[in-house]
């Protein structure tokens, strides 16, 4: 089992920034995908970017040249950095780690950002 925390959340003006932390805890394979997920209000929950554990990244169109996503293996964090942030960024971050290959999917709890204009 995985437990995910995440952390880094809250109250900013636009154009402003953040970072997101979460720490992975329990028995975690060497070769996984971490990542973090944007719901805004009413809204389903959507890919913002993830890391393989090789450092390979991927990125939502919207949030490409603002965010950067980072991770320190030895630590199990994930970090989102989140600059030049909009008030349509507000929303529930959530952190995601998934297994390749399995049927090993884990979510933290979600940490709330908001952006005010």
């Known amino acids: 089992q995985v437990q995910l925390v995440e952390s880094g959340g809250g109250l900013v003006q636009a154009g402003g920034s953040l970072r997101l932390s979460c720490v992975a805890s329990?028995?975690?394979?060497?070769?996984?995908?971490m990542g973090w997920y944007h719901q805004a209000p009413g809204k389903q929950r959507e890919l913002v970017a993830t890391?393989?554990?090789?450092?390979?990244?991927n990125y939502a169109d919207s949030v490409k040249g603002r965010f950067t996503i980072s991770r320190d293996n030895a630590k199990n964090t994930v970090y989102l950095q989140m600059n030049s942030l909009k008030p349509e960024d507000t929303g529930v971050y959530y952190c995601n780690l998934v297994v390749p290959g399995t049927k090993y999917i884990y979510w933290g709890q979600g940490t709330q950002v908001t952006v005010s204009s």
């Open positions: 329990g028995t975690i394979l060497s070769v996984n995908v």
């Open positions: 890391m393989i554990s090789n450092g390979s990244t």
